[in-house]
């Protein structure tokens, strides 16, 4: 990876200070090689997942900006919002990545990087309840909204016309926790970012976006008045390439490419079953994922997709089983009764597995696992059709945000008519991965990891560790 000019070369851990530290200013990162970062604790911007990896898109973006300037990083977990900005005026630290809007206001007190994701302010509402149509529907109810949002410089213009708009503004890190009472019935609305109830939908089926209440915003990382202009100028030539190379691309199909895939019947349906059925297969996946190494809840997710984990589930093309095995694949895996829910789970898994091991070594993950289920539904050779596509168009074959652009042209003449494996209905294929995406999401919130207490192959070659 290309350096960035800087003094230090060091790469160093990642430090983090979960809260509150003295108001000092930060030292200059030249002396220090220890950039300091202002963030928060929310699923879109930096978390600790069920496996206890720190995940999230300003993470990675931190980690991969830290690692071209060569130095580590200090995280400043600010709870709540509100408190990020006046720490930053007092230079306590070099950026914050929190998923700061860029607005007028803002703009006089602070510097900004590029923008690297667009959002809008919206109100989310409970489908229990009517939608409300209009900003006039909801005066006079209770709205929250977290404290130090830019939704409030949208919420004060609404005021000028609506005197009697009030709202109740909250000290928290993110709306997650507002949007879990408003799901309760505990508050009559919430105002959200738009990206942020696209993800928390998927965990809370009975909210929607009513309206929006200001127009779309764009997100970056913000830098004190007088800050390092070294620094700055860095994170500038920083998100200028990652934009050109693809790189903040791939980032953003990561985190937020599948997530408005479901509806809230389909949300509302998982989370029945997974209450209901998936404790009866549970063990089941388990050991699937003791012979794969496969995540048990993604293999579930998986077999959600395919039968709504229905072990008598037939299809119209034959394919029979909780995870929808063709007699061909059955056979190859050796499973003897399709109808068997744990011979099928397990021949399931490593047909999965399989496909996961026949993909060039270059792809890395989680492309890798996006493209084997695609595989999955359509078969190895017309996914390889799908990657030829992407080539010709200059796309890169390896990437599951460029390869599902194609799965749709599978089925048109002009297109495989000049493919190896001819007409596929490709578009089953990216609906059923992002699908299973989003299911995996759910299970990763709710259900425990699975770390076997040994490993199953050394227990089948008699060695006990």
């Given at each position: 990876m290309?350096?960035?000019?800087?003094?230090?070369?060091?790469?160093?851990?990642?430090?983090?200070?979960?809260?509150?530290?003295?108001?000092?200013?930060?030292?200059?990162?030249?002396?220090?090689?220890?950039?300091?970062?202002?963030?928060?604790?929310?699923?879109?911007?930096?978390?600790?997942?069920?496996?206890?990896?720190?995940?999230?898109?300003?993470?990675?973006?931190?980690?991969?900006?830290?690692?071209?300037?060569?130095?580590?990083?200090?995280?400043?977990?600010?709870?709540?919002?509100?408190?990020?900005?006046?720490?930053?005026?007092?230079?306590?630290?070099?950026?914050?990545?929190?998923?700061?809007?860029?607005?007028?206001?803002?703009?006089?007190?602070?510097?900004?990087?590029?923008?690297?994701?667009?959002?809008?302010?919206?109100?989310?509402?409970?489908?229990?309840?009517?939608?409300?149509?209009?900003?006039?529907?909801?005066v006079g109810k209770r709205i929250e909204v977290v404290k130090g949002t830019s939704a409030i410089e949208d919420l004060r213009a609404l005021r000028k016309r609506y005197p009697k708009l009030r709202w109740l503004e909250v000290s928290e890190s993110d709306s997650e926790g507002l949007l879990s009472r408003l799901s309760e019935g505990k508050t009559d609305y919430v105002v959200t970012d738009s990206h942020v109830l696209d993800v928390v939908r998927n965990f809370y089926p009975n909210l929607a976006r009513a309206f929006a209440i200001g127009d779309p915003e764009p997100l970056a990382w913000v830098f004190p008045p007088d800050g390092d202009p070294k620094i700055i100028e860095h994170a500038r030539e920083f998100f200028l390439r990652i934009t050109f190379d693809g790189t903040l691309k791939r980032l953003l199909e990561r985190y937020y490419g599948h997530v408005k895939r479901l509806d809230q019947m389909d949300i509302a349906n998982f989370l029945e079953r997974m209450r209901t059925v998936l404790p009866r297969y549970k063990p089941m996946f388990k050991q699937a994922q003791e012979l794969t190494e496969i995540d048990w809840r993604l293999l579930a997710a998986l077999g959600f997709q395919e039968s709504h984990w229905d072990p008598a589930a037939v299809s119209p093309t034959g394919v029979r089983g909780l995870m929808m095995l063709t007699s061909e694949t059955a056979d190859r895996m050796d499973v003897a009764n399709r109808m068997d829910p744990r011979e099928n789970i397990v021949g399931g898994a490593q047909y999965l597995l399989e496909l996961k091991d026949t993909l060039p070594e270059r792809i890395q993950e989680p492309d890798r696992t996006w493209l084997a289920l695609a595989a999955y539904n359509i078969g190895y050779g017309h996914l390889e059709d799908a990657r030829v596509l992407a080539q010709r168009k200059g796309l890169n074959p390896n990437l599951w945000v460029d390869v599902k652009q194609m799965l749709p042209l599978l089925s048109r003449y002009e297109y495989y008519n000049t493919l190896k494996h001819g007409f596929c209905r490709g578009n089953e294929a990216l609906v059923l991965t992002e699908n299973i995406r989003s299911y995996y999401d759910i299970l990763r919130r709710f259900e425990d990891p699975y770390t076997p207490s040994f490993n199953l192959f050394a227990e089948m070659a008699g060695e006990r560790p």
């Open positions: 290309r350096k960035l000019p800087f003094t230090l070369v060091l790469l160093l851990p990642v430090v983090c200070d979960p809260g509150f530290i003295a108001d000092r200013p930060v030292a200059p990162l030249s002396q220090t090689g220890e950039l300091v970062v202002l963030t928060r604790n929310t699923p879109t911007t930096r978390y600790v997942d069920s496996q206890g990896q720190t995940s999230g898109l300003e993470y990675d973006l931190v980690q991969m900006f830290a690692e071209e300037l060569g130095v580590k990083v200090r995280y400043i977990d600010r709870q709540p919002l509100y408190q990020i900005l006046p720490a930053l005026r007092r230079n306590e630290a070099h950026l914050a990545a929190a998923g700061l809007a860029v607005t007028s206001d803002r703009v006089k007190q602070f510097q900004f990087g590029p923008s690297y994701q667009m959002f809008q302010p919206v109100l989310a509402y409970n489908t229990d309840n009517s939608a409300p149509r209009d900003i006039k529907d909801v």
